[in-house]
């Protein structure tokens, strides 16, 4: 038998308690912890040995790059396996998906360096994969949404890969690792502003509400339950779609759209010489020229543009086939012609209506044919911009501490949880975890202390122990270490960003500009430039780490004492 179906269950489990997988593997890592710690000089027992958790924080390709030399510099210092978690938002856990991909990947970290640094610098997908992708996530689930587009066209732009692995796939492959979790946020829950818990966790093991203590087994997330029985499998989401789900802010909505638009532009033209197919009927040529105007239009209208001239394009092409969608063009030149510009909710109508006009035009059997219905379907889910949508585990349970609201809905929405908070605190801050340390490191952009500051003041709202954040004025430039020190069961965090005074030698805002988050391409200078700098905080702060962790150790015997 698999030993992952041997381990999947069907029950959704509520209450606190980690998962047994969890817990074995932080007994496994306490003995490699206590040696590590050994190795520094720092003696300690089973019962006074922190636990460390390492956060990276979210920043599109930038948090990536940077969590990797991060990570990298630890293994140098003789660090990383004081490490008992490693926790990420958006862009570090598209690192983390590359790292854990490979089994024991702490011990071949050199190696496992020069193949992702390869890979960012000198990889790429072609369309044709990014369009089967597409196609494959649309046949293969019941909930498609904007995610999986934004999985298929977007994130293995930027990755440079298809990573078809599931997440269950790592359960026993990293015994020498830290243990990795997965953050990302209950959109229903932060929108309708709920008193409910928006924090969600993904580990290998089981996904759930961080703090409500509500979880299924990972490889289940996907499949529909109804009174914590799965009622109907659905195939467990790849790597590549956890990426999307947790990675989807690495901009602005408007900057968003229009990379969109410029990827499905280029799956329908089929850009590379290679991929090039020639529709094979004057229907299905006509669709993939109304599919191409359709996306053009919508990107002209996103950059306030003219869009006379595609409306006049879409008219042409439907003339005398499509009654409705001719009227409505009409309608919209005569807007253009007296306001200059369309509305997003006349143009979202018009877009849905033609792409549902249109679908018997690709009759033609083969790729292409379900390549382009399912472009269509991307723009629609484009319109209707709804994220990560997900059957809910916990669709009619009674559970003390979830809102009604929440097990009442039969669908969830999950989004990057970088849009509420861009650093995974609450996932180590369950008090089963018992984390006394957090290593916070932030490649976030804007004030370098906004992810420390705001878990503060959310911590203090939900009753949560966390260390009183005090930072220095706004328009000092930031140095590369601090420690907010805990008190009782707070941990202690250090916070330590990314472009800093003492790494950037009073050249933090250029080191900046280099670096925005939508920052889609990175040249090999790009990449070893960012880890070397990531790298060196990490390496000009050694001594204070270790000098923290005694002070943790101190700490905890001493509340033992009293």
Same mark, same amino acid.
């Given at each position: 038998?698999?030993?992952n179906?041997?381990?999947?269950?069907t029950?959704v489990?509520t209450?606190?308690?980690?998962s047994e997988?969890?817990?074995?593997h932080?007994?496994?890592r306490?003995?490699?912890?206590r040696?590590?710690l050994k190795?520094?000089?720092i003696?300690?027992?089973?019962?006074d040995m922190p636990?460390i958790?390492?956060?990276g924080?979210?920043g599109g390709?930038?948090?990536?790059?940077g969590?990797?030399?991060?990570v990298?510099q630890?293994?140098?210092e003789?660090?990383?396996d004081c490490?008992?978690y490693?926790?990420?938002?958006?862009g570090?856990t598209?690192?983390m998906?590359s790292l854990y991909?490979?089994?024991?990947?702490?011990?071949?970290l050199?190696?496992?360096?020069?193949?992702?640094v390869?890979r960012?610098?000198?990889g790429?997908v072609?369309w044709?994969?990014?369009?089967?992708k597409l196609v494959?996530y649309?046949?293969?689930?019941d909930?498609?949404s904007?995610t999986?587009?934004?999985?298929?066209?977007?994130v293995s732009?930027l990755v440079?890969?298809i990573?078809?692995h599931k997440l269950?796939?790592q359960?026993g492959n990293?015994?020498?690792?830290p243990?990795?979790?997965?953050?990302?946020?209950?959109k229903?829950?932060?929108?309708?502003?709920?008193n409910?818990?928006?924090?969600?966790?993904i580990t290998?093991?089981?996904?759930?509400?961080s703090?409500?203590?509500?979880f299924?087994?990972s490889s289940?997330?996907r499949?529909q339950?109804?009174?914590?029985?799965k009622i109907?499998?659905q195939?467990?989401?790849?790597?590549?779609?956890?990426q999307?789900?947790?990675g989807?802010?690495i901009a602005d909505m408007?900057?968003n759209?229009?990379?969109?638009y410029e990827?499905l532009k280029?799956?329908?033209m089929?850009?590379s010489?290679k991929?090039?197919h020639?529709p094979q009927?004057?229907?299905?040529?006509?669709?993939?020229l109304?599919?191409l105007?359709?996306?053009?239009?919508?990107l002209c209208?996103l950059?306030?543009e003219?869009?006379t001239?595609y409306?006049q394009?879409?008219?042409?092409l439907l003339k005398?086939k499509?009654d409705?969608?001719?009227?409505?063009?009409?309608?919209l030149e005569?807007?253009?012609?007296s306001?200059k510009t369309?509305s997003?909710e006349?143009?979202?109508g018009y877009?849905l209506q033609?792409?549902?006009?249109?679908?018997?035009?690709?009759?033609?059997?083969?790729?292409?044919?379900?390549t382009?219905k399912?472009i269509?379907r991307a723009?629609e889910e484009?319109?209707?911009w709804?994220?990560?949508?997900?059957?809910n585990?916990l669709?009619?349970?009674?559970?003390?501490?979830?809102?009604?609201s929440?097990?009442?809905s039969?669908? +969830?929405? $999950?989004? =990057? %949880?970088?849009?509420?908070?861009?650093? /995974?605190y &609450?996932?180590?801050?369950?008090?089963?975890?018992?984390i006394k340390?957090?290593?916070?490191l932030?490649?976030s952009s804007?004030?370098?202390?906004e992810?420390?500051?705001?878990?503060?003041?959310l911590c203090?709202?939900l009753?949560?122990?966390?260390p009183?954040?005090v930072?220095?004025?706004?328009d000092t430039?930031?140095k590369d270490?601090y420690?907010f +020190?805990? $008190?009782? =069961? %707070?941990p202690?965090?250090?916070?330590? /960003?990314l &472009?800093?005074v003492v790494n950037?030698?009073g050249?933090?805002e250029?080191?900046?500009?280099r670096y925005?988050t939508s920052?889609?391409?990175?040249?090999?200078?790009d990449?070893?430039?960012?880890?070397?700098?990531?790298g060196e905080n990490i390496k000009?702060n050694?001594?204070k780490l270790?000098k923290e962790i005694?002070?943790?150790i101190?700490?905890?015997?001493?509340?033992k004492?009293?």
């Amino acid at each position: 038998m698999d030993q992952n179906k041997s381990r999947e269950s069907t029950q959704v489990k509520t209450g606190h308690s980690l998962s047994e997988a969890e817990r074995q593997h932080l007994a496994r890592r306490s003995n490699t912890v206590r040696q590590c710690l050994k190795h520094h000089g720092i003696s300690c027992s089973e019962n006074d040995m922190p636990n460390i958790a390492v956060l990276g924080s979210g920043g599109g390709l930038r948090a990536m790059i940077g969590l990797l030399g991060s990570v990298c510099q630890l293994k140098e210092e003789g660090l990383l396996d004081c490490i008992k978690y490693l926790c990420g938002v958006s862009g570090s856990t598209w690192c983390m998906a590359s790292l854990y991909k490979e089994p024991n990947w702490s011990t071949k970290l050199d190696t496992l360096k020069e193949n992702i640094v390869h890979r960012l610098a000198k990889g790429s997908v072609s369309w044709l994969k990014m369009g089967q992708k597409l196609v494959d996530y649309i046949t293969e689930k019941d909930n498609f949404s904007m995610t999986d587009v934004w999985a298929a066209l977007i994130v293995s732009y930027l990755v440079k890969e298809i990573d078809e692995h599931k997440l269950t796939q790592q359960r026993g492959n990293y015994t020498n690792d830290p243990y990795p979790i997965y953050t990302l946020i209950d959109k229903q829950c932060k929108h309708d502003k709920l008193n409910a818990d928006v924090w969600f966790e993904i580990t290998p093991d089981e996904s759930g509400y961080s703090l409500s203590g509500a979880f299924v087994d990972s490889s289940c997330l996907r499949s529909q339950f109804e009174n914590g029985q799965k009622i109907k499998d659905q195939p467990e989401t790849d790597m590549l779609y956890l990426q999307g789900l947790c990675g989807s802010a690495i901009a602005d909505m408007e900057e968003n759209l229009k990379f969109l638009y410029e990827q499905l532009k280029h799956l329908i033209m089929g850009e590379s010489t290679k991929e090039s197919h020639t529709p094979q009927t004057p229907d299905v040529q006509n669709g993939c020229l109304l599919l191409l105007t359709l996306v053009d239009l919508n990107l002209c209208v996103l950059k306030k543009e003219d869009p006379t001239v595609y409306l006049q394009t879409i008219k042409d092409l439907l003339k005398d086939k499509h009654d409705e969608i001719e009227r409505m063009t009409v309608h919209l030149e005569n807007v253009v012609t007296s306001e200059k510009t369309i509305s997003k909710e006349e143009l979202n109508g018009y877009t849905l209506q033609v792409c549902n006009s249109i679908t018997d035009m690709f009759t033609v059997q083969g790729f292409w044919d379900d390549t382009y219905k399912a472009i269509m379907r991307a723009l629609e889910e484009i319109v209707c911009w709804i994220w990560g949508k997900t059957y809910n585990f916990l669709y009619k349970m009674e559970v003390k501490d979830v809102d009604p609201s929440v097990l009442n809905s039969k669908e +969830r929405e $999950y989004e =990057d %949880a970088g849009l509420l908070l861009n650093s /995974p605190y &609450f996932s180590v801050l369950r008090e089963e975890r018992d984390i006394k340390l957090i290593i916070s490191l932030d490649y976030s952009s804007g004030n370098p202390f906004e992810t420390v500051v705001q878990a503060a003041k959310l911590c203090k709202a939900l009753q949560i122990p966390f260390p009183k954040v005090v930072v220095p004025a706004e328009d000092t430039e930031p140095k590369d270490f601090y420690v907010f +020190r805990g $008190y009782s =069961d %707070a941990p202690t965090v250090i916070h330590m /960003p990314l &472009f800093n005074v003492v790494n950037c030698n009073g050249e933090v805002e250029e080191w900046w500009k280099r670096y925005p988050t939508s920052k889609r391409n990175y040249s090999l200078k790009d990449i070893t430039d960012l880890m070397e700098k990531a790298g060196e905080n990490i390496k000009n702060n050694k001594e204070k780490l270790l000098k923290e962790i005694q002070n943790v150790i101190k700490d905890i015997q001493k509340s033992k004492l009293g």
